[in-house]
């Protein structure tokens, strides 16, 4: 019997866990490989020591089968996470190909509504579930991943590919001490979590502002962000929570102060965003389902007309 291969893609923050945690207990598998495709310094660390996790007082070390920027050294996985930003996304999945066969099931755990359709989109054919990560966790150098937030879940599945499989990865995972669920409606779950990372993204980078400073000051525009997106998910038949408006901002008033999101953050280096996928994906949405959402389009305008967002005073 051949052994079950799970290669993971992008090992920042996310995937530097998730593949850390799975490096580390299928390290002498004699049933599981792990891979890494990463690049530059931190592929460097990698093979010389490995993948190191710090999370609270505790440090979890790993080595995977084989840490690689050439997937033709692979060769086709049974498991491939995707753990890239989503601007990366069609440029990461073209340079991936050695990897993905037939049988390749991709699982996405990227930041957006649409992950999935737009993989089935660049791959037609491909098996595609759909997957999102509740985690704070950030890449502080090469090879070395600190996981800062008390929550650590995973959500993945389809809700119209093999069950059997399915219930396989989450026995992989859960093996590795990863705490994973695979939801009745995988989708629903998608759109939950995309309303927190989306309302929040929008606009601490439209604020310049950590998330504690935006909902001190700025709670009414989180609200509206929240009334809009929840509008657009139910027109496209997403039920919602009723209170998740302000569930949401909740849960966000639990990060610790000056805790920010990766779309700020890129904006502050002056990087590539996420906005097309965050923001402006809802503007679209809403544009074709004929629902208003004035202050999305206000901020989406703002965040595009300008290299780097307003101020907050």
């Known amino acids: 019997m051949s052994k079950i291969k799970i290669v993971i893609s992008g090992i920042g923050g996310v995937g530097g866990y998730y593949g850390g945690l799975l490096a580390a207990h299928y390290e002498n598998s ?16 990698i093979r010389e020591n490995g993948i190191q996790i710090k ?7 790993g080595k995977p ?12 996985a049974d498991y491939l996470f995707c753990c890239t930003k989503s601007y990366d996304l069609e440029d990461n999945l073209r340079h991936l190909s050695p990897v993905i066969g037939k049988q390749t099931v991709i699982i996405p755990l990227l930041n957006g509504a649409d992950i999935t359709e737009q993989i089935r989109q660049i791959l037609p054919g491909s098996r595609a579930w759909q997957g999102c990560v509740y985690i704070g966790a950030r890449l502080v150098a090469p090879g070395l ?12 599945g389809s809700n119209d590919d093999d069950k059997e499989q399915q219930q396989q990865l989450y026995t992989l995972l859960n093996n590795a001490r990863i705490f994973a669920s695979i939801p009745d409606d995988i989708n629903t779950e998608i759109w939950k979590k995309f309303f927190m990372i989306s309302t929040a993204a929008t606009i601490t980078s439209y604020f310049n502002a950590p998330i504690n400073e935006v909902i001190e000051k700025h709670s ?23 209170d998740i408006v302000f569930n949401s901002i909740k849960s966000q008033q639990m990060m610790p102060n000056g805790s920010t ?7 502050k280096r002056g990087s590539k965003t996420e906005i ?10 809403a544009e074709a389902l004929g629902v208003e959402v004035p202050t999305y389009q206000f901020i989406y305008k703002g965040l595009t007309r300008f290299p780097y967002p307003c101020n907050n005073d």
Request: proline share 2%; net charge negative; no cysteine.
């Open 65 to 76: 089968k084989l840490a690689t920027d050439n997937p033709e050294e692979i060769g086709q």
């Open 30 to 45: 004699k049933n599981v490989d792990i891979h890494f495709v990463s690049r530059g310094e931190n592929l460097k660390a």
């Open 220 to 242: 009414d525009f989180f609200i509206m962000l929240g009334y809009e997106l929840q509008s657009v998910a139910e027109a496209k038949g997403i039920v919602l929570p009723d």
């Open 276 to 285: 097309e996928n965050l923001t402006g994906y809802v503007i679209r949405e």
């Open 145 to 156: 991943v600190e996981k800062f937030s008390l929550k650590d879940k995973m959500l993945f």
């Open 55 to 61: 999370r609270s007082f505790r440090k979890i070390a």
């Open 261 to 267: 999101t990766s779309m700020h953050a890129d904006f």
